[in-house]
């Protein structure tokens, strides 16, 4: 599944599907159907929650934020919203996959990615939102159209509210005591951390995000001492580290995941 092997079957074109009150229409694609779903009205931050529904077909997969050296990762952008400030995506735990080719982070089945869109007055008007994402077979499908909503048209929704929540609710819970990983080490090669989970807590994986321009290899593991760690290798990095912001990571085990921040190296 390597980018330069992607292979454009079937790529809906960007026209507008219209609005279905709080839900857009369906985007149908070869391998399954994707939608945009809002949920209530805004918060008194301005924020409105709403999820990207990625309908799979059995034996398809779609990717993670960072999916490895190969993969288009989801992307939802309003910048065609004159009431939206920006569309924020978050993630599930994802699995690890290996398909001979390459090793990539992403989802085996259907899938609801929480959104939180900052809006820049009190009230949510029409969102016009093109997306890009891949969805894999035995081949990678590039899914791109605009998903048109009205979050006004039907706020109580209850279908709607309950997989906007649902999607929320399975999130990785963010990092804690004993549940995380402590750096351990941070160069230009190499990232190294040690993976703390609940006694008894197994398999244990770690995803590492790149982003600003960081570019992350396959996290490798190893146990000594009865400790795990991961050393992540740096592929490539801005010529100068930035000063907000840092690297999102997420721990899984069959006990549960969890989220949380690195530094910058």
């Given amino acids: 599944m390597l980018r330069q092997s992607l292979i454009l079957l079937f790529v809906l074109a960007a026209r507008p599907l219209e609005a279905v009150a709080s839900s857009s229409a369906w985007l149908e694609t070869q391998g399954g159907r994707v939608r945009l779903v809002t949920a209530g009205a805004p918060d008194a931050h301005g924020v409105l929650t709403g999820a990207l529904q990625i309908d799979l077909l059995p034996g398809w997969k779609t990717y993670w934020r960072d999916p490895g050296e190969a993969g288009v990762p989801p992307v939802v952008d309003v910048s065609a919203s004159p009431s939206i400030v920006s569309a924020e995506l978050s993630f599930p735990a994802p699995h690890r996959f290996d398909d001979g080719y390459s090793k990539w982070a992403g989802y085996k089945h259907s899938i609801a990615l929480p959104v939180k869109f900052t809006l820049k007055g009190s009230e949510a008007g029409k ?139």
């Fill in 127 to 265: 969102i016009d939102a093109d997306i890009f994402l891949g969805i894999c077979e035995t081949i990678c499908i590039p899914v791109q159209g605009r998903l048109e909503v009205d979050p006004a048209g039907d706020p109580g929704n209850a279908a709607d509210t309950a997989l906007v929540e649902a999607a929320f609710a399975a999130l990785p819970k963010p990092e804690h005591p004993g549940f995380g990983v402590k750096l351990l080490a941070s160069d230009a090669g190499h990232i190294e951390v040690e993976a703390h989970a609940p006694a008894g807590a197994e398999p244990i994986d770690f995803f590492l995000a790149g982003e600003q321009g960081y570019v992350f290899g396959t996290p490798e593991r190893r146990e000594a001492g009865g400790k795990v760690r991961f050393s992540i290798p740096l592929l490539a990095r801005p010529a100068t580290a930035p000063t907000q912001g840092a690297l999102r990571y997420t721990l899984t085990t069959d006990a549960g995941a969890v989220e949380g921040a690195l530094p910058f190296p």
